[in-house]
C-alpha cells in the first residue's frame, strides 16, 4: 500500500511559471524524498528532508515538511520544459524501505 | 560511475516463458532492490538485499518470481513461467546502507511485455 500521496495528479503550466505539489503521508517518518522520472527512463533522487527540517531547498526546488500535518510540498520555480515529467514523494517504511506515492504528472508548456 | 545498469531494456515474451531480468548495482552500494512499475499498483518494492542476501522478499508477487544476488556486482529477477499480468517496468535500485532508507539510485527499467 502507499503510504505517500501526491496531489494534484496532473499539473500543466506555463514555461517559466512556479508548479508545486503536496504529498500527504500516514504514518510517522525519518525521512521523506522527492524523485523525478522522465518518460521511459528511471526515477532520479532529487532531494531529502530529515523530520527535524522544516525547510530545504537546492537549486530551483524548494521542499517543506510539516510533520504535525504529514504533508509535504515541492516547489519548482522558473520551470523549464526540461522539467516536464512525473514527481514522486517517498517516505521511509522502517530503515530500508520508501514507499512511494503515485506521483504527479508535470507538462511544462513552451 | 556508470550508475545502475540493467538489461535487456525491453522484454517481449510469450506467456509460459522464462524471463530473466539483469542489473549491476553501483560499485560500493551493499543495498539493492527490484520494483515493478505498472499503472495500476504504481511503484512496488519485490525484494531488498543487503550485503548480497536478501532480507525482504514479502513483496515477491508468487513463487513464480525468484531473485538472486550471487556477487555484488550483479543480480538477477526471474520469472518462470510468466504471465500476461507480469506486463510492466521493472527497475533495479542499489544505495549505501547505514543511513536509513536515504537515497535511491534507479536504473533505466526493463519493460516486458507477456503476449
Known amino acids: 500500500s502507499q503510504q505517500g500521496e501526491e496531489d494534484p495528479q496532473a499539473l500543466s503550466i506555463q514555461e517559466g511559471e512556479n508548479a508545486t505539489m503536496n504529498c500527504s503521508y500516514k504514518?510517522?517518518?525519518?525521512?521523506l524524498q522527492w524523485y523525478r522520472q522522465n518518460s521511459g527512463r528511471g526515477l532520479v533522487h532529487l532531494i531529502l528532508?530529515?523530520?527535524?527540517?522544516r525547510e530545504k531547498h537546492s537549486g530551483r526546488l524548494r521542499v517543506t515538511l510539516d510533520t504535525s500535518k504529514k504533508s509535504s510540498s515541492l516547489l519548482i520555480t522558473a520551470s523549464r520544459a526540461a522539467d516536464t515529467a512525473s514527481y514522486f514523494c517517498?517516505?521511509?517504511?522502517?530503515?530500508?524501505?520508501?514507499?512511494f506515492g503515485a506521483g504527479t504528472t508535470v507538462t511544462v508548456r513552451a | 560511475d556508470a550508475g545502475v545498469i540493467q538489461s535487456p531494456r525491453h522484454e517481449v515474451t510469450e506467456m509460459g516463458q522464462e524471463v530473466t531480468l539483469r542489473c549491476k548495482p553501483i560499485?560500493?552500494?551493499?543495498?539493492l532492490f527490484w520494483y515493478r512499475q505498472t499503472m495500476m499498483r504504481g511503484l512496488e518494492l519485490l525484494i531488498y538485499?543487503?550485503?548480497?542476501?536478501?532480507?525482504?522478499d514479502s513483496g515477491m508477487p508468487e513463487d513464480r518470481f525468484s531473485a538472486k544476488m550471487p556477487n555484488a556486482s550483479f543480480s538477477t529477477l526471474k520469472i518462470q513461467p510468466s504471465e500476461p499480468r507480469d506486463s510492466a517496468v521493472y527497475f533495479c535500485?542499489?544505495?549505501?546502507?547505514?543511513?536509513?532508507?536515504?537515497?535511491?539510485?534507479f536504473g533505466p527499467g526493463t519493460r516486458l511485455t507477456v503476449t
Open positions: 535500485a542499489s544505495s549505501e546502507l547505514g543511513q536509513g532508507a536515504g537515497e535511491q539510485y
Open positions: 504514518t510517522s517518518i525519518n525521512n
Open positions: 528532508i530529515r523530520s527535524n527540517e
Open positions: 517517498a517516505t521511509d517504511i522502517n530503515d530500508y524501505k520508501l514507499s
Open positions: 560499485s560500493g552500494h551493499n543495498s
Open positions: 538485499f543487503n550485503n548480497n542476501v536478501p532480507i525482504d
